[in-house]
């Protein structure tokens, strides 16, 4: 089984910063496309940032030029920094993490727990 496990969240002043940690453990072979999702409460889950293996990122145009997804792969951690919060930005964000657990196996998409972001106004 792979495990992915958050930390980072809080509470911050609109117009702080956060930065919050993703790693993946367990059986792992490879770890492809790595990402962070954010869900409000009455919302759907929406994308905020991916980052594949090889460093490509995109971003949600809500997010775009304040937050900054990177990755170490000999961590199998992948972060995300977020400058410059708004309220808007409350919710709380998931790891997600597409997984190669054998050589002869498909990938696999995996979820963390989540972590809280709480933006005051």
């Known amino acids: 089984q792979v495990q992915l496990v958050e930390s980072g969240g809080g509470l911050v002043q609109a117009g702080g910063s956060l930065r919050l940690s993703c790693v993946a453990s367990?059986?792992?072979?490879?770890?492809?496309?790595m990402g962070w999702y954010r869900q409000a409460p009455g919302k759907q889950r929406e994308l905020v940032a991916v980052?594949?293996?090889?460093?490509?990122?995109n971003y949600a145009d809500s997010v775009k030029g304040r937050f900054t997804i990177s990755r170490d792969n000999a961590k199998n951690t992948v972060y995300l920094q977020m400058n410059t919060l708004k309220h808007e930005d409350t919710a709380v964000y998931y790891c997600?993490?597409?997984?190669?657990?054998?050589?002869?196996?498909?990938?696999?998409?995996?979820w963390g727990q989540g972590t809280q972001v709480t933006v005051s106004s």
């Open positions: 997600n993490a597409e997984t190669i657990v054998g050589i002869f196996q498909p990938p696999k998409g995996y």
């Open positions: 367990g059986s792992i072979f490879i770890v492809n496309d």
């Open positions: 980052i594949t293996r090889g460093g490509l990122t």
